[in-house]
């Protein structure tokens, strides 16, 4: 909880924990029952105050010593903290403390020189490019500097690709790639009135166009997640993300249909801090 400042010598602080009053196990409920609650005896404290996991709401007092010796309240409030629990804490896969911003962590490393050609790794995803000009005092000036994401061609994904190719091949079967591209917080309408030039584009290069998709609830999640699983918000936590705490990686998301098929499927988007798939503590798909 946030420090509180104390500073003539005359004014103190404590704090009470607030726990609940359970009802027994098998005892009717009473309207009361949210109103019974214990105050423990007031601990002090001077500068911060670290809580255990249970307690969950406090009471806190600061005072001032009058002249007679009595104490004078100048600050009492209640506080409700949100304790980590340990039922709630995630972990990365390889048993490291799961925190929020592990989408954000990574390393760079050194910049390597090239001409024209670059022959990347395939566990080399994303890289980081550089131009610069020499000035005449001998240091480098960037004239270009950008990220890139490759897809590069993994093993798993070459032999599956070689396999469904002669398949195909052999029953005389034509497949069509599957392209599906969203523009999140746009109505189709509105991106007709104020993109037009895209709309020519993408009608002239055959993209179809989905009249009557519409949305079926607020934000992103739930007009995603009834495009690519065909679930409704109640349906997803029921079926397959029974908690904001677990991935979605059970969700009959609408590639894993192509998959079996034998396609290669991906998903991507443009905002890595605003990804669509994850809970309150950003797991992931």
Excluded at 159 to 180: D, F, Q, T, W, Y
Aim: charged share 25%; net charge negative.
């Amino acid at each position: 909880m946030s420090d509180y400042a104390v500073e003539p010598e005359n004014v103190g602080c404590c704090y009470s924990v607030i726990n609940r009053v359970n009802d027994s196990a098998g005892k009717k409920y009473s309207r009361e029952s949210d109103n019974q609650y214990s105050v423990t005896e007031c601990s002090d404290f001077k500068s911060g105050l670290v809580l255990k996991s249970e307690e969950e709401f406090i009471l806190v007092r600061c005072f001032q010593e009058n002249e007679n010796g009595t104490n004078k309240d100048i600050y009492k409030n209640t506080h409700a903290v949100v304790p980590m629990k340990a039922a709630v804490k995630l972990k990365d896969p390889a048993g490291k403390k799961y925190s929020g911003d592990s989408d954000n962590q990574y390393s760079v490393t050194e910049c390597s020189d090239f001409k024209s050609g670059l022959v990347l790794k395939s566990e080399e995803e994303f890289i980081l490019v550089r131009c610069f000009q020499e000035n005449e005092n001998g240091t480098n000036k960037d004239i270009y500097k950008n990220t890139h994401a490759v897809v590069p061609m993994k093993a798993a994904v070459k032999l599956k690709l070689n396999k469904i190719s002669s398949e195909i091949s052999s029953m005389g079967e034509n497949r069509l790639s599957v392209l599906l591209l969203g523009f999140d917080a746009v109505s189709r309408l509105n991106l007709l009135r104020t993109m037009p030039k895209t709309v020519k584009y993408l009608r002239s290069s055959g993209w179809l166009e989905m009249s009557g998709y519409n949305k079926v609830g607020d934000n992103t999640l739930p007009n995603l997640a009834a495009v690519v699983t065909g679930l409704t918000m109640d349906q997803l936590k029921n079926q397959c993300w029974t908690s904001p705490y677990t991935p979605f990686d059970k969700c009959p998301f609408i590639w894993k249909d192509y998959s079996e098929l034998g396609y290669v499927t991906a998903y991507a988007e443009d905002q890595p801090p605003g990804s669509t798939f994850r809970g309150a503590d950003e797991s992931c798909c």
